[in-house]
């Protein structure tokens, strides 16, 4: 608790940078900026530095796959590269990798960086961790859900197979952590969208 108060204190001191949005940019809000998203779709599909689903040179579905992506960067505020790098499709479902989405709220101007508390990590099935940060506007700790190994196990996440949660519990409860987190007090980050290791598990 002691560090939580640090943290408060130091944060507090720090004014609150919200991030911009350029909503004349939303793609399908008009016809002339679907037009424009498409002719920057076509520029970004002929590039060979963007995952291949977003290459018309190797995915027929390249160009409107751009322009998705394109459009929810817009929602989100972030870059389309960024975008494009961690959007995921896993069993037919899109999803996020959960370092990009605690990279986004990390930089979205009203929190501190998530920080995350464990306890009883000398007992597996005990071991349970929570995100936190400081809500930059009020200076209120908020604290997300504890997640625990016994949750993992009793929703079946555990014994998966190839689970990384028998070989990366930590980093599997960080990641949990982060993304209930960020599912309480910022859902429109992730504009509903699940993280790649939540579909895996589910």
Not at 78 to 94: E, F, H, K, R
Not at 95 to 100: D, E, H, N, T, Y
């Amino acid at each position: 608790m002691e560090e939580n108060r640090k943290v408060q204190e130091e944060f507090m001191k720090v004014p609150a940078v919200f991030q911009q949005k350029n909503n004349t940019m939303l793609v399908f809000s008009s016809q002339e900026n679907f037009e424009q998203a498409q002719r920057m779709a076509q520029a970004i599909a002929s590039s060979t530095i963007v995952p291949v689903q977003y290459q018309k040179a190797k995915t027929p579905e390249a160009v409107a796959n751009c322009i998705i992506a394109l459009e929810m960067a817009n929602r989100i505020g972030m870059s389309p590269l960024l975008v494009m790098q961690n959007l995921y499709v896993v069993y037919g479902n899109v999803g996020w990798s959960s370092k990009f989405l605690i990279a986004a709220l990390n930089t979205c101007g009203r929190f501190s960086p998530l920080r995350y508390e464990h306890e009883n990590e000398d007992d597996l099935d005990k071991w349970r961790c929570r995100a936190w940060a400081i809500d930059k506007t009020t200076g209120t700790p908020l604290h997300g859900a504890w997640v625990s190994i016994q949750m993992a196990k009793d929703e079946g996440w555990y014994g998966k197979s190839g689970s990384k949660w028998k070989t990366m519990p930590e980093l599997m409860l960080q990641y949990r952590a982060a993304a209930f987190f960020q599912r309480t007090y910022a859902p429109e980050i992730s504009m509903g969208m699940q993280t790649v290791e939540e579909l895996n598990d589910v």
